[in-house]
Nanobody, 122 residues
């Protein structure tokens, strides 16, 4: 599985961005998908994950502001980010795991895409 993330950029605080992650291969429907982020000098942090069923798991730090969704017909997972804050600035990466559950542990993911930079100015 190869993952290609896009949609990052520079936005002012309070603004919105939508990240996309397109997956190659035939197994997308069987994979749960996740978004993680890493800011400079900080550890990788779980953001959100979505199960094969469509159920979601969202980190408390972004709950109510970020929404994860998937389009199986397009082999794509999305992260809609609203009400962005400067502390959301990070490199955002998507990941896929062979399994149905939307887990938060990055060690449970089998495939990773390259990151996309999100910068939120104050």
């Amino acid at each position: 599985v190869q993952l290609q993330a896009s949609g990052g950029g520079l936005v002012q605080a309070g603004g919105s961005l939508r990240l996309s992650c397109e997956a190659s291969g035939q197994t997308f429907r069987a994979n749960s998908m996740g978004w993680f982020r890493q800011a400079p000098g900080k550890e990788r942090e779980f953001v959100a994950a979505i199960a094969t069923s469509g159920s979601t798991n969202v980190a408390d730090s972004v709950k109510g502001r970020f929404t994860i969704s998937r389009d199986n017909a397009k082999n794509t997972v999305y992260l809609q980010m609203n009400s962005l804050k400067p502390e959301d600035t990070a490199v955002y990466s998507c990941a896929a795991r062979v399994g149905s559950a939307p887990v938060a542990s990055h060690g449970s993911y089998d495939f990773w895409g390259q990151g996309t930079q999100v910068t939120v100015s104050s």
